[in-house]
């Protein structure tokens, strides 16, 4: 069995052979050139081995390819359990950052007790439990441990979290994910959270959703030092434990499949946690229920409860008619504000719009109905989060979940509509910053249009002056190529981000496996190729420089993007900026390359390459369509700083670079209610 150094000293030293090979080569053209042949005879040998050495250095890439694409054995099992411990790792300081933004911890969790249903939709108890038969599994929020004990005991470890909306299904989800990290042993699947709303079984299958999606949200999962396809690998060996969120998010008629696909997809012991509103989980499940799988329900917040809580929140002398809200829910709540506190949604609400807001409470205000309390903490919440947590640039402040940024409240009110309103008319929970050039209306792509006319007749003038050389190629080419690449990518290629890590530090690793790679190989046969075109009279001086720096451009921007093994999820706002620089910075790269020959054909060469490259960017597309929206008054223009200061403020959460509403009732209430006029 090949070790895994034994691998890598193959791989390198192939790789080696056919680069010192091709080094030899050009060696020889210069011996050649100072011969008595002369440059003449040179460009004939060059020509020669130019094919030869392109030919080789492609034949090899093949060859390592494949050599790659062959099973590993042990190397493979070290690799995958290597790409499990850094998930874990990872996973549990995400949800724990993710706790602490949303206050689950402070100053307790609200005590909501859960019981196994008594509706018709768990499997047969013998076939959850085992011999024992009944199933008996439950317990409070604050006793989470004892939770996990508990489902840790279930035969098949498949439960299902049912509840009306805002009852903390969510919640307690996250809460039982973060406690079996934190109590989990090696031989455990790792448990990490997945939204299900925008899987349809008929195009994927169950593993390989998770895999798209695991790869999606944990990046460094591509590192080489886990190997090809880590992500998937780590879903096939029963690795993970999928916690799968929002089952209600679906549409209507895909819910009865994604039950049926994932009890086809499920083996005996293949554990799983689920989420979902109660009538939509019933009805799904009318057909058949997902077998071998526990069922809890929520009891709805007791008032002693809720008072406690509250209690808790509020300083031990609070003023007003603090005591008396208290006392009313002890009592029987009679008020509406205190029939109204059922949920542990609500009295976050409650507590982020009065208590960290310090507004002072009139119980006379919140007199009408429950849904008109809840109503009016709604069109309360975005002026009293803004209000409560000041702006800090310091991420040591005082509250390390500060917005960075002042914002204005009826502004961000009518931004956060925007956003709600695009995913509620997409049936997605997922809002990402590479995507938005979705929401630009057909009014918004007319000026895309004439955009691209006006670039175009831009490129017509340049061409009439008739500018000599370099520069008036460049230009010609930028202009050209700007304009039909943004035309392309903002409205048919769709570009995705890339990711930079340029830390040699720890991808010193990753940098000597990208040099002796087929890439590598690659490039060399690339530079070749354009040496000769590029070059009317070509020479082994100028060859041999373009394929130095077509070999060297390639594999430092290839190496770039490779994320290294302990690499952290990251925010939209740094993804954005990464990929920005990246594309324009290898854009200007190979256009000065492709120019360096001179004239207009060379100058022309250069804008194309500067142009496409970086016009396809999705940072590029985001810029464009950031400023549409601000011309609209649709979006902020810096709209990444204000999704990253309202996922700081508790209103939304992120899911890797992906921002979603952190419940759905919000993203409901932001996309149908508009925001009062002239809140500050």
């Given at each position: 069995?090949?070790?895994?150094?034994?691998?890598?000293?193959?791989?390198?030293?192939?790789?080696?052979?056919?680069?010192?090979g091709?080094?030899?080569?050009?060696?020889?053209l210069f011996?050649?050139?100072?011969?008595?042949?002369g440059?003449?005879?040179?460009?004939?040998?060059?020509s020669?081995?130019a094919?030869?050495?392109?030919m080789?250095a492609?034949?090899?890439g093949?060859?390592?390819?494949?050599?790659?694409?062959?099973?590993?054995?042990?190397?493979?099992?070290?690799?995958?359990d290597?790409?499990?411990r850094?998930?874990?790792?990872?996973?549990l300081?995400?949800?724990?950052?993710?706790i602490?933004?949303?206050?689950?911890?402070?100053?307790?969790?609200?005590?909501?007790?859960?019981?196994?249903?008594?509706l018709?939709?768990m499997?047969?108890?013998?076939?959850?439990?085992?011999?024992?038969?009944r199933?008996?599994?439950g317990?409070?929020?604050?006793?989470?441990?004892?939770?996990a004990?508990?489902?840790?005991?279930?035969p098949?470890?498949?439960?299902?979290?049912?509840g009306?909306?805002?009852?903390?299904?969510?919640?307690?989800?996250?809460?039982l994910?973060r406690?079996?990290?934190l109590?989990?042993?090696?031989?455990?699947p790792?448990?990490?959270?997945?939204?299900?709303a925008d899987?349809?079984?008929?195009?994927?299958?169950?593993s390989d959703?998770?895999a798209r999606?695991l790869g999606?949200?944990?990046?460094?999962?591509?590192?080489?030092?886990?190997?090809?396809?880590?992500?998937?690998r780590?879903?096939?060996?029963?690795?993970?434990?999928?916690?799968?969120?929002g089952f209600?998010?679906?549409?209507?008629?895909v819910?009865p499949?994604?039950i049926k696909?994932?009890n086809?997809?499920?083996?005996?012991?293949?554990?799983l946690?689920?989420?979902?509103?109660?009538?939509e989980?019933?009805?799904a499940?009318?057909?058949g229920?997902?077998?071998?799988?526990?069922?809890?329900e929520?009891?709805?917040?007791?008032?002693?409860?809720?008072?406690?809580?509250?209690?808790?929140?509020l300083?031990?002398?609070?003023?007003?008619?603090?005591p008396?809200?208290?006392?009313?829910?002890r009592n029987?709540?009679?008020t509406a504000?205190?029939?109204?506190?059922?949920?542990?949604?609500?009295?976050?609400?409650?507590?982020?719009?009065?208590?960290t807001s310090?507004?002072e409470?009139?119980?006379a205000?919140?007199?009408?109905?429950?849904d008109d309390?809840?109503?009016a903490?709604l069109?309360?919440l975005v002026p009293?989060?803004l209000k409560?947590n000041?702006?800090?640039r310091?991420?040591d402040?005082?509250?390390?979940?500060?917005?960075?940024?002042?914002w204005?409240?009826s502004?961000?009110?009518?931004?956060?509509?925007?956003?709600?309103g695009?995913?509620?008319?997409?049936s997605?929970?997922d809002?990402a910053w590479?995507?938005l050039?979705?929401?630009?209306d057909?009014r918004?792509?007319?000026w895309?249009i004439l955009?691209?006319?006006?670039?175009?007749?831009?490129?017509l003038?340049?061409r009439?002056?008739s500018?000599?050389g370099?520069?008036?190629?460049?230009?010609f080419g930028?202009?050209?190529?700007?304009?039909?690449?943004?035309?392309?990518?903002?409205?048919?290629l769709?570009?995705?981000?890339?990711?930079v890590?340029l830390r040699?530090?720890?991808?010193?690793?990753?940098l000597?496996?990208?040099?002796?790679?087929?890439?590598?190989?690659?490039?060399?046969?690339?530079?070749v190729g354009?040496a000769l075109?590029?070059?009317?009279?070509?020479?082994?001086?100028?060859?041999?420089?373009?394929?130095?720096?077509?070999w060297?451009?390639?594999?430092l921007?290839s190496w770039?993007?490779k994320?290294a093994?302990?690499q952290?999820?990251?925010?939209?706002?740094?993804?954005l900026?990464?990929?920005?620089?990246?594309?324009?910075?290898?854009?200007?790269?190979?256009?000065?390359?492709?120019?360096?020959?001179g004239?207009?054909g060379?100058?022309?060469?250069?804008?194309?390459?500067?142009?496409?490259?970086?016009s396809m960017?999705?940072g590029?597309?985001y810029?464009?369509?950031?400023?549409?929206?601000?011309?609209e008054?649709?979006?902020?223009?810096?709209?990444?700083s204000?999704?990253?200061?309202?996922?700081?403020l508790?209103?939304?959460?992120q899911?890797?670079?992906?921002y979603?509403?952190r419940?759905?009732?919000?993203?409901e209430?932001?996309?149908?209610?508009?925001?009062?006029?002239?809140?500050?």
């Amino acid at each position: 069995m090949i070790t895994r150094r034994g691998q890598r000293r193959l791989e390198s030293g192939f790789v080696g052979v056919v680069l010192l090979g091709v080094a030899g080569g050009i060696g020889w053209l210069f011996h050649v050139a100072r011969g008595d042949g002369g440059i003449g005879k040179a460009d004939n040998w060059a020509s020669v081995i130019a094919a030869v050495a392109a030919m080789a250095a492609m034949l090899a890439g093949v060859v390592v390819w494949w050599w790659r694409k062959r099973p590993q054995g042990v190397l493979a099992i070290e690799q995958v359990d290597a790409a499990g411990r850094q998930l874990a790792e990872t996973v549990l300081a995400q949800w724990r950052d993710e706790i602490g933004v949303r206050g689950l911890d402070v100053p307790a969790p609200v005590a909501v007790h859960w019981r196994t249903t008594r509706l018709p939709v768990m499997d047969h108890a013998r076939n959850v439990r085992g011999r024992s038969g009944r199933v008996l599994i439950g317990g409070d929020t604050e006793t989470v441990a004892e939770l996990a004990q508990r489902f840790r005991a279930l035969p098949s470890r498949r439960l299902v979290i049912l509840g009306n909306p805002e009852l903390g299904k969510t919640t307690l989800a996250v809460m039982l994910l973060r406690e079996l990290l934190l109590t989990r042993t090696e031989d455990e699947p790792i448990p990490v959270l997945f939204t299900l709303a925008d899987w349809d079984p008929e195009v994927l299958s169950y593993s390989d959703w998770l895999a798209r999606r695991l790869g999606r949200d944990y990046l460094f999962l591509a590192a080489a030092e886990y190997g090809e396809e880590a992500a998937l690998r780590l879903v096939r060996t029963r690795r993970i434990l999928p916690v799968l969120d929002g089952f209600d998010e679906l549409p209507e008629p895909v819910r009865p499949k994604v039950i049926k696909a994932i009890n086809a997809a499920l083996t005996a012991d293949d554990p799983l946690i689920l989420t979902s509103r109660t009538k939509e989980f019933q009805k799904a499940v009318a057909g058949g229920v997902l077998s071998r799988s526990a069922v809890i329900e929520p009891e709805a917040v007791q008032g002693p409860a809720a008072a406690d809580y509250l209690e808790r929140c509020l300083s031990p002398d609070s003023p007003g008619e603090w005591p008396a809200l208290l006392s009313d829910l002890r009592n029987g709540p009679r008020t509406a504000l205190g029939r109204a506190l059922t949920t542990p949604l609500r009295l976050w609400l409650l507590r982020e719009v009065y208590i960290t807001s310090r507004r002072e409470l009139v119980l006379a205000d919140l007199a009408t109905s429950p849904d008109d309390v809840v109503q009016a903490l709604l069109d309360q919440l975005v002026p009293s989060l803004l209000k409560a947590n000041r702006p800090s640039r310091r991420p040591d402040a005082d509250h390390p979940f500060r917005p960075r940024r002042s914002w204005n409240a009826s502004d961000a009110r009518r931004w956060l509509a925007f956003f709600a309103g695009r995913l509620e008319a997409e049936s997605s929970r997922d809002l990402a910053w590479w995507r938005l050039h979705n929401a630009v209306d057909r009014r918004g792509r007319s000026w895309n249009i004439l955009f691209l006319g006006g670039m175009l007749c831009g490129f017509l003038a340049v061409r009439s002056a008739s500018i000599p050389g370099f520069p008036g190629g460049l230009l010609f080419g930028l202009l050209l190529t700007l304009s039909t690449g943004v035309l392309l990518a903002f409205n048919f290629l769709r570009p995705a981000p890339q990711q930079v890590d340029l830390r040699f530090r720890h991808k010193g690793s990753a940098l000597r496996r990208t040099v002796f790679s087929p890439l590598s190989l690659l490039a060399v046969a690339m530079g070749v190729g354009v040496a000769l075109i590029v070059h009317e009279n070509a020479t082994p001086t100028g060859i041999v420089l373009t394929i130095i720096l077509i070999w060297a451009v390639t594999v430092l921007f290839s190496w770039a993007t490779k994320p290294a093994s302990d690499q952290q999820p990251r925010t939209g706002a740094k993804i954005l900026i990464h990929d920005f620089w990246l594309r324009t910075a290898y854009a200007l790269a190979f256009g000065s390359i492709a120019g360096a020959s001179g004239g207009f054909g060379g100058g022309l060469a250069a804008g194309a390459v500067v142009g496409a490259t970086a016009s396809m960017s999705a940072g590029w597309v985001y810029y464009l369509t950031v400023i549409m929206l601000r011309a609209e008054s649709k979006a902020p223009l810096r709209t990444l700083s204000f999704l990253e200061d309202f996922h700081r403020l508790g209103l939304l959460r992120q899911v890797g670079p992906i921002y979603q509403f952190r419940h759905a009732m919000f993203q409901e209430y932001f996309a149908a209610v508009r925001p009062p006029a002239g809140d500050r």
